[in-house]
Each structure stands twice: as structure tokens, then as C-alpha cells.
């Protein structure tokens, strides 16, 4: 942590400025604040999560649900301008290293004070949606309330009562069964009008009593996770266009797509590979999403969906409302995670100046400059200490793995490609340049070919481990197994109808 300077300590200034607030803060009984308390909202998170910073309720209505997702509101504690404002500005997020937390708050706020935990009056700010039945979002508006969560529930009891596997439940029902239609109309809606990202398998790291990792067991994203995730991005939606409709200076989340410099390589390769959805307008929101969906669904025994990733641009932080390609949508943000992220809190002050009748320009660019300069950092603390942790695990693993690791290859470059080990998801590069063969390098394909071998991305190769880049935080090196790659043997006819 002392490499990236994180901050682990408060300064005394906001400890001091925090013992005030909740001395003689009373958010609950301001005359803005409306009791719903009356709803039974339930969080659905990780057994050991307390930092719960959303609870969910749902009800059917006459074409369909209204659904609320109440918001932790750390705002109401956290004054503009003070000391505890600029420590958590400067954290930016909160980091999950494996064994330990770096919190973005104070826990006595993010796990107690704020927290919407079971049975407790808390202060929230309540996105109220009007969901179709088609599940479409229509109306919506931000509520500063008062809520008292009724249950908090894992997501592994939902996973079974949504399922069938278990009625320990039944006491919450009702709400569950509303939230879980919400979800599927929801769902179904993003599916067939924009984009969803495709699920992809995930990896529980099982760590001993030194912090190392024990054992890694792959896991498919349960149901209930995804009920509150779609339930998330509802209200997020709501944020941003209600941001965006008051000329709001953020933060909002932008995907521009494909890359400007770029859009000439991505109508070549259309060409090449898919003719249908060379026709189409990439610099549109509806012309790449019907090009993300053609790609993903054809029938090219090339995987051509993962190989424009190399074409795409990266979200961005922006304090205007712009295009999310990745989502197919006019506009996005991220508002539900305020006790953990800094882009959330923003959102959350952007939108209670505008509920409040003052212009909602508390954002600025050089402020969104200095955030995305600390998420870059505790994006690469965590990056390392994840690699550190995975090469000793794979050092170990490698002493008794005669048979080497089996992977598939995830990105291609003129050095080499990045392998995802099939049983336990950790990536690493393997290095063709030191290869006694020399291999060219062919982007229309994502391919490296040299006189007896070849690879392209989504290939399953056998590698060994061969340590780890110490310079390159850590990141995990392979080397290839035998005859991995090698092109199948020439027929003696085939040389002879050269000839």
C-alpha cells in the first residue's frame, strides 16, 4: 500500500470533524426527508457484507411494478467542503484486496451509521420506477426518504428460494416474488432492445490462515446476483437521465465504442468477416449494437465478437451526457455504490441540489481528472497484490503439475498471447519472442503463425509456469507445453498437388 500511496489512517482533522457530525447530525427529521418505512424492503448481498448500501422493494401495479431501490445517504453526514470530504475524495474507492479492506468511509458511516442494515431507521435517497410489463423504464423520481430494511438476506438463500431449493424464505415472499418479475421483464427488455454483457465463469479464491491463496473453485453468477445487478442498473439509468435532463456537469459514464482512429480497420474487418453488418453505422448507437449482436451470434468459426475488443475504446468519466455503446444506451452513471465509490457519492450530491432546487454543477473536470488518476492507482495496487498472490499459488501448483496447465488463449499481439487457465481463471502471457521460430503477427485473423505452429484467440494451448515479471507487477509468464500449436502434418498428395 506505501508503493501506491494509499491511504490507510484519517487525519485527525476528520476524525475530529466525523465525532461532530454524528454528534449533532439528524438527518431523519428534516422536513425534506418522507417516511417509507411502511415498505418492506430486504437487501440481497454477501453473507459478511455491512457495508449495505441498497435495499430493494417492489409492487405490482396496474401495467406492471413500481420498484424501489433505496440508496444509502452518506451526504446527509458528509459536509461539502470538509476535511472527512476531501480524505474520501482522495481514497476514491474503496479496495478489496483478498483478506482485507481499504474502505473508501469511515466504518463507523459505511458499516453502521449509513449502512441500510436490518431493522434500523436510516437515511436514503429512493429511486421510485415505473417498470412495464414489457420492462421497459418509464417514469421514475428521487425521493430523499427515511427506510427500515425488514431483512438482509444472501445472496446464496435468494439463489435457492428463487430456485426452488429452499422455503426458509417465505416470510419475504411477496417481495421476492415481485422483484424476481421485475427482474425478468427487465432483463428480457436489455436483452432484446440493447445490450447485455455476456456472463462469464467466476473464480472464488479460498484463502488459508496466512492470507495465501488454498484453493480456487470456479462459481456461475447466481440468480439473485443477477436480480440486483438489473435492479442497479435501472436506477443508474433513472440517474443519469435525470442529470442529464437538468444539464447536470456529471458524473456520467460514457462508452464512445469503437475507437475514431480506428472506424476504417472496423469496416475492413466487417467486410471480411461479417458482409451483413459491414452495411451498418458504427458510429451509432443502434449500428453497433446490432454489429456487437451479429458478431456474437455468427456462425464464423472465428470468434469474432472477442476479437474486435482490440478496435474499443474504454468507459469514460465525463461531466457531459454521452452515448454508453457498451450498453446500447443514450446515457448511464453509477449511483447505487455510495459508501464504496466516489463516482456514486458525486452522483448522489448532483442529484439532491437538484431535489433541493440549486444547479446541479458541483462537478468538474479537473475533479473527474484527479478521480480517474486515483481509481488508475487502486486499480494497479490491486492488480499487483492479486498477481503476487497467484504466482505464489501457481509456483506451488506447478512443483507436482507434470501434465503442465490447460488454457485457452483470452488476447493476441505481435509478442505473444494471454492465456486464462481453464480450472481456475488466472491469466498470464506466454512470450513468443524468445521462441527459437519466428512468428508473424496477423490482426485481421487475432492470430501469430510461424512455419510449424499457430495461435489464435479462443484456442486451447497447454502451458508450464515459469515465474512471474516482478517489473510488470507481477504478471504471471508461461511457456508452451510440446507439440502445443503445432499445424496438423502435410499429407504426401498435398505436396504433390503443389508440385
Known amino acids: 500500500?506505501?508503493?501506491?500511496?494509499?491511504?490507510?489512517?484519517?487525519?485527525?482533522?476528520?476524525?475530529?470533524?466525523?465525532?461532530?457530525?454524528?454528534?449533532?447530525?439528524?438527518?431523519?427529521?428534516?422536513?425534506r426527508r418522507r417516511d417509507l418505512t411502511d415498505l418492506e424492503f430486504i437487501s440481497i448481498d454477501?453473507?459478511?457484507?455491512?457495508?449495505?448500501?441498497?435495499?430493494?422493494?417492489?409492487?405490482?401495479?396496474?401495467?406492471?411494478?413500481?420498484?424501489?431501490?433505496?440508496?444509502a445517504d452518506p451526504t446527509a453526514y458528509v459536509a461539502p467542503g470538509s476535511r472527512l470530504l476531501e480524505d474520501i475524495a482522495?481514497?476514491?474507492?474503496?479496495?478489496?484486496?483478498?483478506?482485507?479492506?481499504?474502505?473508501?468511509?469511515?466504518?463507523?458511516?459505511?458499516?453502521?451509521?449509513?449502512?441500510?442494515?436490518?431493522?434500523?431507521?436510516?437515511?436514503?435517497?429512493?429511486?421510485?420506477?415505473a417498470v412495464s410489463d414489457s420492462g421497459k423504464v418509464g417514469d421514475f423520481d428521487f425521493i430523499e426518504a427515511t427506510v427500515r430494511s425488514r431483512a438482509k438476506l444472501s445472496y446464496y438463500a435468494v439463489d435457492r428460494y428463487l430456485n426452488g431449493h429452499g422455503d426458509e424464505l417465505m416470510s419475504h415472499a411477496t417481495p421476492l416474488e415481485a422483484l424476481y418479475q421485475v427482474y425478468r421483464a427487465l432483463r428480457g427488455q436489455r436483452e432484446q432492445d440493447e445490450l447485455v454483457m455476456e456472463d462469464?465463469?467466476?473464480?472464488?479464491?479460498?484463502?488459508?490462515?496466512?492470507?495465501?491463496?488454498?484453493?480456487?473453485?470456479?462459481?456461475?453468477?447466481?440468480?439473485?446476483?443477477?436480480?440486483?445487478?438489473?435492479?442497479?442498473?435501472?436506477a443508474n439509468r433513472c440517474a443519469a437521465r435525470f442529470l442529464?435532463?437538468?444539464?447536470?456537469?456529471?458524473?456520467?459514464?460514457?462508452?464512445?465504442?469503437?475507437?475514431?482512429?480506428?472506424?476504417?480497420?472496423?469496416?475492413?474487418?466487417?467486410?471480411?468477416?461479417?458482409?451483413?453488418?459491414?452495411?451498418?453505422?458504427?458510429?451509432?448507437?443502434?449500428g453497433y449494437r446490432d454489429i456487437m449482436r451479429q458478431l456474437a451470434g455468427s456462425d464464423n468459426p472465428l470468434p469474432l465478437r472477442a476479437m474486435v475488443n482490440r478496435l474499443l475504446t474504454r468507459a469514460e468519466l465525463t461531466t457531459r451526457a454521452g452515448l454508453h455503446m457498451g450498453m446500447a444506451l443514450e446515457c448511464y452513471t453509477n449511483c447505487t455504490s455510495p459508501l464504496r465509490k466516489y463516482v456514486d457519492f458525486l452522483a448522489h450530491q448532483q442529484i439532491k441540489a437538484a431535489l433541493h432546487g440549486d444547479a446541479a454543477q458541483l462537478v468538474t473536470e479537473t475533479q473527474l481528472a484527479?478521480?480517474?488518476?486515483?481509481?488508475?492507482?487502486?486499480?494497479?495496487?490491486?492488480?499487483?497484490?492479486?498477481?503476487?498472490?497467484?504466482?505464489?499459488?501457481?509456483?506451488?501448483?506447478?512443483?507436482?503439475?507434470?501434465?503442465?496447465?490447460?488454457?485457452?488463449?483470452v488476447h493476441v499481439n505481435s509478442s505473444g498471447f494471454s492465456v486464462r487457465l481453464e480450472d481456475c481463471g488466472l491469466e498470464g502471457f506466454v512470450d513468443l519472442r524468445k521462441h527459437p521460430e519466428k512468428f508473424?503477427?496477423?490482426?485481421?485473423?487475432?492470430?501469430l503463425t510461424s512455419t510449424t505452429r499457430r495461435f489464435?484467440?479462443?484456442?486451447?494451448?497447454?502451458?508450464?509456469?515459469?515465474?512471474?515479471?516482478?517489473?510488470?507487477?507481477?504478471?504471471?509468464?508461461?511457456?508452451?507445453?510440446?507439440?502445443?500449436?503445432?499445424?496438423?502434418?502435410?499429407?504426401?498428395?498435398?505436396?504433390?498437388?503443389?508440385g
Open 440 to 447: 508473424s503477427y496477423d490482426k485481421w485473423t487475432a492470430s
Open 90 to 129: 482522495n481514497r476514491a474507492t474503496s479496495i478489496y484486496f483478498h483478506g482485507y479492506v481499504l474502505p473508501m468511509m469511515p466504518e463507523v458511516l459505511a458499516q453502521e451509521t449509513c449502512a441500510l442494515s436490518e431493522g434500523n431507521d436510516r437515511p436514503a435517497l429512493v429511486c421510485r420506477i
Open 46 to 71: 454477501a453473507a459478511k457484507t455491512q457495508d449495505i448500501d441498497d435495499a430493494l422493494y417492489a409492487d405490482i401495479s396496474s401495467d406492471g411494478w413500481t420498484l424501489y431501490v433505496a440508496i
Open 200 to 234: 462469464r465463469r467466476e473464480f472464488r479464491w479460498i484463502l488459508n490462515d496466512r492470507k495465501q491463496i488454498e484453493s480456487i473453485e470456479p462459481h456461475d453468477k447466481l440468480l439473485s446476483q443477477k436480480l440486483v445487478e438489473e435492479c442497479m442498473i435501472a
Open 244 to 286: 442529464a435532463e437538468r444539464g447536470s456537469s456529471g458524473p456520467f459514464v460514457t462508452h464512445p465504442g469503437f475507437r475514431k482512429d480506428r472506424l476504417d480497420e472496423v469496416r475492413k474487418f466487417l467486410s471480411l468477416h461479417a458482409p451483413a453488418a459491414a452495411e451498418l453505422d458504427p458510429t451509432t448507437r443502434e
Open 456 to 498: 489464435q484467440l479462443e484456442q486451447q494451448v497447454a502451458v508450464d509456469y515459469a515465474g512471474s515479471d516482478g517489473d510488470n507487477r507481477y504478471q504471471s509468464l508461461f511457456t508452451l507445453r510440446g507439440d502445443t500449436g503445432l499445424k496438423p502434418a502435410r499429407l504426401p498428395e498435398d505436396s504433390a498437388a503443389e
Open 370 to 409: 484527479a478521480l480517474r488518476e486515483r481509481l488508475a492507482t487502486a486499480r494497479a495496487a490491486t492488480l499487483e497484490a492479486e498477481r503476487w498472490l497467484a504466482d505464489r499459488y501457481l509456483a506451488q501448483r506447478a512443483r507436482t503439475a507434470s501434465d503442465g496447465f490447460q488454457g485457452r488463449i
Open 1 to 31: 500500500m506505501g508503493k501506491y500511496r494509499l491511504g490507510v489512517d484519517w487525519s485527525p482533522a476528520a476524525k475530529q470533524e466525523l465525532e461532530q457530525q454524528l454528534a449533532s447530525c439528524r438527518p431523519l427529521e428534516t422536513e
